[in-house]
Structure formats: C-alpha cells, structure tokens
C-alpha cells in the first residue's frame, strides 16, 4: 500500500509541472488517503503481533 501511495505522489508531482491541476489535486488526495490507511494497517499489525 505504500508503494501505491508513493506511484499517486509521483503522479501528483509529474502532472503538476504539465499544469493539471485537477488530475494533480485528485492524486495527492488518493496518495495521503492510501498513506493513511497502510499507516493505520502497519500500526495494527505491529499491535496484533504481539499479542499472539
């Protein structure tokens, strides 16, 4: 899932510097989405290891 938030931040980026703006908009907002929830799942999965 990180690695998906990492391929939307890019694509953020390169469109950006094409000037869309929308298309760019849209893709950090999918990119800190995806982030958000592999940060939530990493945290959980570190947690429920250790309570096996």
């Known amino acids: 899932m990180f690695r998906w938030a990492i391929i939307f931040a890019v694509i953020a980026l390169v ?3 094409f000037g869309f703006g929308g298309v760019a908009g849209m ?5 800190v989405i995806l982030l958000v929830v592999a940060v939530i799942l990493a945290i959980v999965g570190f947690i429920s290891r250790g309570k096996v």
């Open 15 to 17: 469109v950006s510097l």
């Open 27 to 31: 893709s950090k907002d999918f990119a």
